[in-house]
């Protein structure tokens, strides 16, 4: 079944004189304003969804960077951010992650689940800018470790005009996110699998994979039905969850 989020009507009531009263329509939240994004901007609907869900804060008094490079270190803690709340503590095994850097737990909690190596030598990194293909394989692992329902299979994805410049270690994962239409590549059909990642394409990326695995039902809990509050946890749900989760869909439905 599809769970779909419950109907917000108008508000419309008779005092007893008779006359109407005046119609009220709930008011939109407050959302995330930055003066260094102009309103026509391609990225900004995207990064104030991404701000207002908790991903990503800005750089500043109503700023946001969004053409300031991203780094690997960032990357990572806003990607475990999206995972949960509650990073568990691992151990560090890069001699460049300080141990109490912002980024040390998610950084930490990547490793032990296979989401990044490092580059081979002891080192992740973590304040130098992330390329393109690097982001799509973290990506990629992290999809397959976590929420591989969501995931897609390649074997018809047409592939970008650069592909033949991407990585051979990043190549999968750079069809496999294009399928599921989580990267969309440039206007001329190429990825710019070297190129750097901007603060603005590194949060409607991360914005748009949040979405994508926030619409699979798996990711509402029971309690949660009804309170616009999706759960994003990688824990499976028994035979009675499930039965629990249709009961309170069908308070909706009937």
Request: glycine share 6%; charged share 35%.
């Amino acid at each position: 079944f599809v769970i779909k989020e419950p109907h917000v009507f108008d508000t419309k009531g008779e005092c007893e004189c008779g006359e109407i009263k005046k119609t009220e329509t709930p008011q939109e939240p407050d959302r995330p304003k930055f003066e260094d994004i102009d309103e026509d901007a391609w990225y900004r609907e995207d990064v104030e969804n991404a701000v207002e869900d908790g991903l990503f804060n800005g750089t500043g008094d109503n700023t946001f960077s969004p053409n300031k490079p991203i780094t690997r270190g960032m990357f990572v803690t806003v990607l475990a951010r999206m995972e949960s709340n509650q990073i568990e503590e691992f151990e560090n095994v890069f001699d460049d992650v300080k141990k109490d850097a912002y980024y040390t737990r998610s950084i930490n909690w990547a490793v032990a689940n296979g989401i990044v190596t490092g580059f081979g030598d002891g080192k992740f990194g973590p304040d130098k800018e992330i390329t393109r293909e690097a982001m799509a394989l973290i990506l990629y692992n992290y999809v397959n470790k976590f929420h591989k329902e969501v995931a897609k299979d390649t074997s018809k994805t047409i592939p970008f005009t650069d592909q033949y410049e991407v990585a051979d270690w990043a190549q999968d994962a750079v069809l496999m996110l294009k399928e599921m239409e989580i990267i969309k590549g440039k206007s001329d059909g190429n990825y710019k699998p070297k190129g750097i990642v901007t603060r603005a394409e590194g949060a409607v990326i991360l914005y748009r994979l949040s979405k994508k695995i926030k619409s699979t039902s798996k990711y509402y809990k029971p309690e949660d039905f009804g309170q616009n509050k999706p759960v994003m946890n990688s824990s499976s749900y028994s035979d009675a969850d499930w039965s629990n989760m249709e009961k309170e869909l069908r308070k909706y439905l009937d």
